[in-house]
């Protein structure tokens, strides 16, 4: 089974930068053809901020949601099963609980049912 575990949430001010990471307790995170990170506000529904998926062969693909091009960096590291979300320019309306998310099949949909595998998040709050 596989399980996703995120790190690196916290309290920033306004303009900050943070980096969260995510863990994946399998050795074939290769084999995960797509990962995510999605993020939820209270009150508001889950929503998808960045994925990596591979259409088949080694190369993987990034692909942002408007509200993240231009701050938000995704990034994978295959060898040590970690995927890291690099965000600059944080604003309080990017608070929220922030999940990872993987998937077997070679996708890229910000449609929560869509996405197998979940961990329990990590809160970020900018203020």
């Known amino acids: 089974d596989v399980q996703l575990v995120e790190s690196g949430g916290g309290s920033v001010q306004d303009g900050d930068s943070l980096i969260l990471s995510c863990a994946a307790s399998t050795s074939t995170l290769g084999l995960l053809r797509s990962m995510a990170w999605f993020r939820q506000a209270p009150g508001k529904e889950r929503e998808g901020v960045a994925c990596m998926y591979s259409r088949g062969g080694s190369r993987y693909y990034a692909n942002y949601a408007d509200f993240s091009k231009g701050r938000f960096v995704i990034s994978q590291d295959n060898a040590k099963n970690i995927l890291d979300l690099r965000m600059s320019s944080l604003e309080p309306d990017d608070t929220a609980m922030y999940y990872c998310?993987?998937?077997?099949?070679?996708?890229?949909?910000?449609?929560?049912?869509?996405?197998?595998?979940w961990g329990q998040g990590t809160q970020v709050t900018v203020s």
């Open positions: 998310a993987a998937v077997a099949r070679g996708l890229c949909v910000y449609t929560v049912r869509q996405w197998t595998y």
